[in-house]
């Protein structure tokens, strides 16, 4: 078993609550990242301009809140067979939201923070093998995005 796969089991093994509730915890993760990179919120031309209290409880948040974190469910299902699902991936967020890189580190981070906070049994243990998952992620979205030719 590669380390990928055996870091995305131990990831799953505590996931069940954001995959039971994927728009609540999606909410919460891009609620997270708007208060500490309020820069990347101009990323999301449907919520430029709201202020904190409008964000909240914002069904446009979290509508795509919930597509993220549905995304990385199935990334870590993949169990390190993700190239594909990464390939579409790049593709949108390089070509048509014209993402740089360096916000999925950005939203890695506040990921790894928000399940320290809200999960139970989220250890050091499995704490490292989120960052571990997000950091192959992160890898393997940016050998994608060298592929499509997209230049920060």
Not at 40 to 66: D, I, R, T, W
Not at 93 to 116: G, W
Request: proline share 5%; hydrophobic share 40%; aromatic share 6%.
């Amino acid at each position: 078993m590669s380390a990928c796969v055996a870091d995305c089991k131990t990831v799953l093994s505590f996931w069940a609550p954001v995959e039971a509730d994927p728009r609540c915890y999606g909410e919460i993760i891009l609620l997270r990242l708007f208060e500490t990179h309020p820069d990347v919120q101009k990323l999301f031309p449907k919520f430029v301009g709201l202020s904190k209290e409008q964000l909240q409880n914002n069904p446009g948040v979290q509508a795509h809140g919930e597509i993220v974190v549905c995304k990385l469910t199935e990334i870590l299902k993949a169990n390190g067979e993700h190239k594909e699902i990464l390939k579409a991936l790049a593709e949108s967020h390089a070509k048509q939201h014209k993402i740089p890189l360096v916000n999925f580190q950005i939203i890695s981070e506040v990921i790894v923070t928000v399940a320290a906070e809200k999960l139970d049994r989220f250890g050091p243990d499995a704490k490292t093998a989120l960052k571990n998952v997000l950091k192959t992620i992160q890898i393997d979205l940016g050998a994608c995005y060298e592929e499509l030719g997209f230049k920060e």
